[in-house]
């Protein structure tokens, strides 16, 4: 069985701050890759990243950053100076090669005001 | 990634009607999901849609309450029978997958029932 723990249910910021999001994940395949989605107020879910399990460099790509260790089980995303269009809520997910689904996170609303 | 659309983009209907929704990838594609997010919930797998079978159910649902057929490899559609106040949520029909693609979701159908 797979799960994913996001414990920040509701984040606010004011614009320009640094915000992290914290995400650990459960699975008992060796093989599995993580993803983080955003959905905006507008409903639609849009796809941030995918790692796999093999792969622990960190990433970053503009202001986000991710950072993934196997270690503590834990796959987070950082937002650099945050700008009121980041608000949304931020779904982590895994998925593994024994399974079709993949098992989302309850989701972080992050809020970020002018 | 795959240019996915869903019909309705919403839709309030009265208890005990069905409605169908419809999915339209602009690739064909192995693997089409459906999930349901109800209200400030994360997001739920109800099935996965095969090519020339029958659906693969989750736990907890069942093919009389959601019908789904896949035609062809860039269509599907989801009825949502018999509707209660419960079934207010929104649906996504998302395509990939398989623990290696990433999995793209399509804009989503916001339904009210009342």
């Known amino acids: 069985a797979q799960k994913v723990t996001q414990a920040q249910t509701e984040i606010s910021v004011v614009e320009k701050e640094d915000v992290t999001l914290d995400c650990v994940y459960e699975t008992r395949d060796t093989t599995y890759y993580l993803f983080w989605y955003k959905q905006p107020p507008s409903g639609e879910l849009v796809f941030l990243i995918r790692?796999?399990?093999?792969?622990?460099q960190n990433e970053i790509s503009g202001r986000y950053s991710w950072n993934f260790q196997k270690s503590t089980s834990s796959f987070n995303f950082t937002i650099t100076a945050s700008q009121v269009v980041d608000s949304a809520v931020y779904f982590c997910?895994?998925?593994?090669?024994?399974?079709?689904?993949?098992?989302f996170g309850s989701g972080t609303q992050l809020t970020v005001l002018p | 990634s795959a240019v996915i659309s869903q019909k309705p983009s919403r839709d309030i209907c009265q208890r005990g009607t069905s409605l169908t929704i419809q999915c339209q990838v602009d690739?064909?594609?192995?693997?089409m999901f459906w999930y349901r997010q109800q209200p400030g919930q994360s997001l739920t797998l109800i099935a996965t849609a095969n090519q020339g079978s029958e659906a693969t159910y989750e736990s907890g649902f069942v093919i009389d309450k959601f019908p789904i057929s896949r035609p062809n490899l860039t269509f599907s559609t989801l009825t949502v029978s018999n509707m209660s106040p419960e079934d207010s949520s929104i649906y996504l029909c998302?395509?990939?997958?398989?623990?290696?693609?990433?999995?793209?979701f399509g804009p989503g159908t916001r339904l009210l029932v009342l």
């Open positions: 997910a895994v998925t593994s090669g024994s399974a079709r689904q993949l098992t």
């Open positions: 790692r796999n399990s093999f792969d622990e």
């Open positions: 998302s395509v990939g997958g398989q623990g290696r693609e990433t999995q793209y």
């Open positions: 690739s064909q594609v192995t693997m």
